[in-house]
């Protein structure tokens, strides 16, 4: 099984909200609220990677690296021949902060979520407990290591 490796960053705000990008998932054709984030290139550090991604799609270029809390594999028929993806999500707190990079092109909006809205929501999440997930992220901080999510 071909994986395709990535990072995504869980980029909350001093008000502990969190941005996302709504995808139409080519695995369900349903749209997806997910963390921003992309694939690993060769010779690219987790770190290396965030940081160009972040700074291509959101326009964020100073911000300090947070800790890997969660992982999730995701099988689904890619380009390039890949099975699906393996993710691994960084913590990442930043300032008040308004995107302006450019969106990959499957990103059809992008907004910023408190806790309340997302539970309050009928949309679909990756990972697809991302409120309870969030929110004991939010209570407890980071784990002691990085926790397998599921889809």
């Known amino acids: 099984m071909?994986?395709?490796?990535a990072?995504?960053?869980?980029?909350?705000d001093p008000s502990d909200r969190i941005l996302?990008?709504?995808w139409r998932?080519?695995?369900?054709?349903?749209?997806v609220w997910a963390a921003p984030g992309g694939g690993i290139e060769l010779g690219e550090s987790h770190e290396q990677a965030l940081r160009r991604e972040l700074a291509e799609e959101l326009g964020l270029a100073a911000f300090e690296h947070g800790p890997e809390v969660w992982?999730?594999?995701?099988l689904f028929g890619m380009l390039g021949g890949y099975d699906?993806?393996?993710?691994r999500f960084h913590l990442v707190?930043?300032?008040v902060f308004q995107p302006t990079g450019t969106p990959d092109e499957g990103v059809l909006e992008r907004r910023w979520w408190t806790l309340a809205e997302l539970f309050a929501s009928q949309e679909r999440f990756a990972p697809r407990r991302l409120p309870e997930l969030l929110a004991t992220l939010l209570r407890d901080g980071p784990p002691g290591e990085p926790m397998d999510v599921g889809v």
């Open 2 to 5: 071909r994986l395709r490796q």
């Open 7 to 12: 990072v995504r960053a869980l980029v909350l």
């Open 20 to 22: 996302l990008d709504r």
């Open 25 to 31: 998932s080519s695995d369900c054709g349903a749209d």
């Open 71 to 74: 992982r999730r594999v995701h």
């Open 84 to 87: 699906g993806q393996q993710e």
């Open 93 to 95: 707190r930043i300032d």
